[in-house]
């Protein structure tokens, strides 16, 4: 789960609601890591059936990401709370961006590497999305007294997908693409870079550079530090 996506699978299953005659797109939208996590409905345009039933795919995809955060880092909390017991953390999660499995951070020679993964992230209006990334990112750091204090994390573009922009947002209750009858708007975020920074409120931050090495927002050192 940590370094793959939903409809990455065996064959071609889908959701439950991704069969006839429900045929949401959920599965095809999560094999091609399109990163749709709103659907956009606009006045005067029909509303798809699909639509409403990716609205339930989207609700269980969000569920199950946050279930396997959970499962992730309370053993990690767990452990770091009974070899510290004089310490004491205020959450689990932070503002910023919390990878789905904390082994998709891993410290290598010379900095950080980002695997293939999910991040839990803070939108400014406090609501927080599940975004994607799909390719490995290694970044450079080297710890003195230049970066020690600053912070790493990355940085999300947003945009407004149309059906005319993807062809797969037409009606397809017929079972193919109706290119006559356009469907709702879809809100794309994307993982545009993963960088240090001295401005916290520059980045989604997910660590910060210590003398010792490198520590979650929450104060966790990151294992392998």
């Known amino acids: 789960m940590a370094t793959t996506y939903f409809g990455q699978v065996t064959g071609t299953q889908k959701t439950s609601l991704g069969r006839e005659p429900y045929y949401s797109r959920f599965t095809e939208f999560e094999k091609l890591d399109k990163n749709y996590i709103l659907i956009g409905f606009t006045p005067g345009m029909a509303v798809q059936a699909a639509e409403l039933n990716e609205i339930q795919d989207n609700f269980q995809k969000n569920l199950t990401l946050s279930n396997y955060m959970f499962s992730f880092w309370t053993p990690v909390l767990a452990s770091y709370l009974q070899a510290n017991p004089d310490e004491t953390v205020e959450s689990i999660l932070w503002n910023g961006a919390v990878p789905l499995n904390p082994a998709q951070v891993q410290v290598i020679s010379g900095g950080i590497r980002f695997l293939v993964g999910w991040y839990y992230y803070t939108h400014p209006s406090g609501l927080c999305y599940w975004v994607h990334n799909n390719t490995q990112f290694d970044l450079s750091i080297q710890i003195n007294s230049s970066t020690i204090g600053t912070f790493i994390g990355l940085t ?51 660590l910060t550079v210590t003398s010792n090495g490198y520590e979650w927002m929450n104060g966790i050192p990151l294992s392998g530090a």
């Open 156 to 206: 999300i573009d947003s945009s407004d997908i149309s059906a005319f922009e993807d062809q797969l947002l037409f009606d397809n209750s017929g079972g193919f693409v109706n290119t006559s009858s356009p469907g709702a708007y879809r809100i794309k975020n994307s993982i545009i870079e993963f960088t240090n920074t001295g401005n916290l409120t520059a980045i989604k931050p997910i």
